[in-house]
């Protein structure tokens, strides 16, 4: 259990239910006081009932943003913005920034555009960037006129940026120092700071034109001789990124390297900006989770106490796109009718030889699209890779097509039936075997995102060459 | 793209194909050598040779551990090994820590226990204890033999926690000082160590019997007064962890508090070790592999280049699942044979409505085993998640029931047909909504996982369920 707070160590599950509970007292004596008329009685139940705001309120008051924003997510939307309106007004912009973009639709939506403004004005360009795309049109261009020049630029700066590009991602709380001055200059210069930037694990070295030279970690102040040159201890090459990088490739490079922060560098070789590692994990922890909805057939993140609506239309896309590879795969069926009317045993089996195919072809696929992601597979490894596929394929087809024509004998006696079944899963696995290799392949080839949709298009493969294999098989065989 | 050095960018991918291409360059060499029996041809082609393989070895010198770690994992075997026998032994440690844990295998089945004892002397206790579920017995034994006392003890209690546990996370490099000091002293006292270690964001104050009284962050030395006291400034509430606490509870609030280290207590308040942003980011990178992984099928991460063997054992256990679940389906479907046969087009229908239940099944599921995981979904909240789910699988399953249902009536002209197939579509979705929030909340309340193969559970329950609705509601209005 983690807990923020050596002194009272409570969990954050503890405090959630805390919170809930206030929030039930408060109904509670909201309830009475509706359902009571005495004068003095309501006078008290209204000063129990102020009493118990007040708690709860100081309660939320001691919780980190996160915290809240927490327990706002954990909460069906009637509680959820009861509890936003006790929120502080100049919390509101930190709290914002760290619920889910669900979540934060249903905040903002019962929010007026002087609430909006009044908590962006408590946020950094690169946060305000972060939160710009929620809301409304006239919101955001009434927010960059109370903005000063420079705040303004960046702003302008990073809403030019594909969300998936560093340019979005980084900040711009960058400490700058010069290369010809001492180590004691530079420890007497950050005396002056009130508090260093979040994160800050390095100063950045730039010349006069703001172009970078090098990074100065801060521990080789704390250890290196105060008389030496900046110049002298920094790192001159450290790891940089442009704003136009791929995001996904920084978290890598964040992972790979071990970063905290690392500078943004333009084209000229101007510091532009900073990456830290907060915002990778979260662009780590988002990817991921894409990655688990996309393959679940859910468009995109879903606020669970969303309305039905709401959950229909972010799910509607997956389920249309289902029904019709499924159709597809009814109408193979539908060409053998006539065989099964002859053979009825078909119709039972055929599903087992499309669902094995369907559950081997996406081991395939996931670990080749894995393979790309990560950089370790390549177009040229193609034939590599198919040849141990196939091989996989092949073992699993004969190995498991025998246990399940076994199990087909004994059901119906029929041995060429089993013959045909045995056939058709080790071919149907081959199938998905060689797509799932070449699929991902050539959209890598074609410059295409070669994870989106593939589980789907594998099954629909798997389905329909599953049921067209094992079908044709037996009407030429056994008919 | 990332940039290890700036005055030589060439990207990670870059630097594969030249060591790939210097390589095959000695690949060909060798060759060459091994054709030509000429003598002074040989010894010329052996210096070429021993040239290549010079510049070769140069460059992987070069290289950050990491950087290597990925290249072995991108080449076949052949290659893997030849580029890891050029790597200079000082430097196996801390590549065998970085590479996957399959391609680790690997590596160490190519060195002798000699290798292994070399190359684990650099490393520190923590790292040890990473690498020694992957070396054989009797060289772990061989190597505790070789550690000073404490650090034994250090990989007897890294060694003691599960790997999901804090325990098996921390590592040692703690620097540690009082609180009665001056800020002053404190950097006095830093001034004498060579270098911090790794991620040191901040110290930890600890009482004379190595109690943890809080935590000053090396920023405040900066920017403080030199002449106040630890006391004074040290925040006295920090995050802290047990070594028993489950590590994604602590790398959710690494995420959610920003953290970049933070350190471990036991039960006692005795500070007994330290967590970092990059262990964290590992696991998180990790935990969310397994879960794509296993939602395919996969056990675990596998070597792209694996013997066809290996995969299939990596394969097998979710094949057979499979396997089972569609044997169920399949008899299902036998206890239909008879209808079937007399209307032919329930065999074509009948995976429609198995396939888009299964489909809006998942869905459900991964929403409601991802709010678990989140921590926003309790038992308590099943009520309203499951009025929900049914109002949106009711939607569902109407609406694209309607339009399959009219797709049917065109292919078949038979009314009542229709009628069932809608019938049994929205009933297999409303048994998939019910299922996919039911089956997570038990497990929960279980204490089980509530991810692992839900769904294969849930695609199970809708095959054989969209079978038997199906087929059933046709055999007693249709036949």
């Keep these: 259990m983690s807990e923020l707070n050596r002194k009272s160590p409570e969990s954050l599950q503890d405090r959630l239910d805390q919170v809930v509970q206030l929030l039930n007292r408060h109904r509670l004596v909201e309830n009475l006081v509706h359902k009571q008329e005495g004068q003095h009685q309501e006078l008290v139940e209204h000063l129990v ?17 996160a915290d809240v924003a927490f327990i706002l997510e954990s909460l069906p939307l009637e509680e959820r913005l009861a509890i936003w309106q006790l929120v502080r007004s100049e919390r509101d912009g930190d709290i914002l920034l760290e619920v889910s973009d669900a979540v934060r639709e249903t905040l903002i939506a019962d929010m007026d555009s002087h609430e909006i403004i009044a908590a962006a004005n408590s946020l950094d360009a690169d946060e305000l960037a972060d939160l710009a795309p929620d809301l409304p049109r006239d919101v ?19 809403l ?31 005396r002056r700071f009130d508090e260093l930037p979040d994160h800050t694990d390095k100063l950045f070295v730039v010349d006069t034109e703001g172009a970078l030279k090098g990074v ?73 989770e894409a990655e688990v909805l996309n393959a679940a057939g859910l468009r995109e993140e879903e606020d669970i ?27 193979v069926i539908g060409l053998f009718e006539g065989s099964i009317e002859k053979l009825v045993a078909l119709a039972a089996l055929m599903p087992i030889v499309a669902g094995v195919g ?39 087809g004969l190995f498991w097509g025998m246990v399940l024509a076994g199990v087909a004998y004994l059901l119906y006696g029929n041995l060429p039936l089993s013959v045909v079944l045995l056939s058709a899963m080790t071919l149907n696995m081959l199938l998905a075997a060689v797509m799932g290799v070449f699929i991902p392949l050539i959209r890598l080839r074609l410059g295409r995102d070669p994870a989106l949709g593939s589980s789907v298009m594998i099954t629909a493969i798997t389905d329909s060459g599953g049921f067209f294999i094992f079908l044709g098989l037996a009407t030429i065989f056994l008919l």
């Design 49 to 65: 009932h102020q009493q118990n705001l007040a708690e709860l309120q100081r309660k939320l008051d001691e919780l980190h943003p």
């Design 358 to 396: 369907g559950n081997s072809g996406n081991q395939t696929i996931t670990m080749i699209v894995r393979g790309i992601a990560t950089g370790q597979v390549q177009v040229a490894h193609g034939k590599r890779l198919l040849r141990k596929e196939v091989g996989v394929a092949l073992f699993n």
């Design 140 to 158: 955001v261009r009434e927010l960059m006129d109370t903005l000063d020049a420079q705040q303004r630029e960046r702003l302008k700066s990073a």
């Design 216 to 288: 100065l970690p801060i521990k080789k102040l704390l250890v290196g001789s105060p008389d030496a040159l900046v110049g002298e201890v920094m790192a001159e090459d450290p790891v940089v990124f442009d704003p136009e990088d791929d995001a996904g490739e920084a978290a890598q490079a964040f992972e790979r390297y071990d970063l905290v922060t690392a500078p943004v560098v333009d084209a000229k070789g101007k510091l532009c900006g900073r990456l830290t590692i907060d915002e990778m994990v979260d662009y780590i922890r988002e990817e991921s």
């Design 305 to 331: 106490f969303a309305s039905v609506w709401k959950s229909v239309r972010n799910r509607w896309a997956w389920l249309a796109i289902n029904l019709c590879t499924a159709l597809v795969a009814s109408r």
């Design 160 to 190: 030019s940026y594909d969300e998936d590009q560093v340019g979005a991602l980084m900040d711009f709380d960058m400490v700058t120092i010069r290369d010809d001055v001492t180590l004691e200059v530079v420890i007497r210069y950050l």
